[in-house]
């Protein structure tokens, strides 16, 4: 199968995919928060605030997490073991861009 990304900005490079290390969590809270509001609409303030720090203490246990990045910086990341998914998130200006699917492959 062949995956096209389309980056969003003709200088942008496409994506690449790497495991996540301790050091991205922050981001990946970050941009679990950004892809939540706007995907989550159901989700009060209080809600969302409860489940961040939910997110930021699993993140560590998560067995495989993967982060897609460009130009140094998060626009998604998947989580799970094998090829159980338990979590995928991608930042709200790379929606439909083909993230999700890179992560998946």
């Known amino acids: ?3 096209q ?3 969003g900005a003709e200088d942008a490079p496409a994506p690449r995919v ?3 290390r301790a050091e991205d969590w922050p981001a990946l809270v970050a941009l679990w928060r950004r892809s939540c509001e706007a995907t989550h609409g159901f989700l009060a303030p ?3 605030e409860a489940l961040e720090e939910e997110v930021r203490r699993l993140l560590p246990a998560v067995e495989e997490l993967w982060l897609a990045e460009a130009r140094g910086r998060p626009v998604g990341f ?3 073991a094998g090829s159980h998914v338990d979590m995928l998130f991608v ?5 439909r861009r083909g993230v999700g699917t890179l992560l998946l492959a």
């Open 1 to 3: 199968m062949e995956i």
């Open 5 to 7: 990304l389309l980056s």
């Open 18 to 20: 790497r495991p996540a």
């Open 46 to 48: 209080d809600d969302l």
């Open 78 to 80: 998947l989580g799970g």
């Open 91 to 95: 930042a709200p200006d790379w929606f």
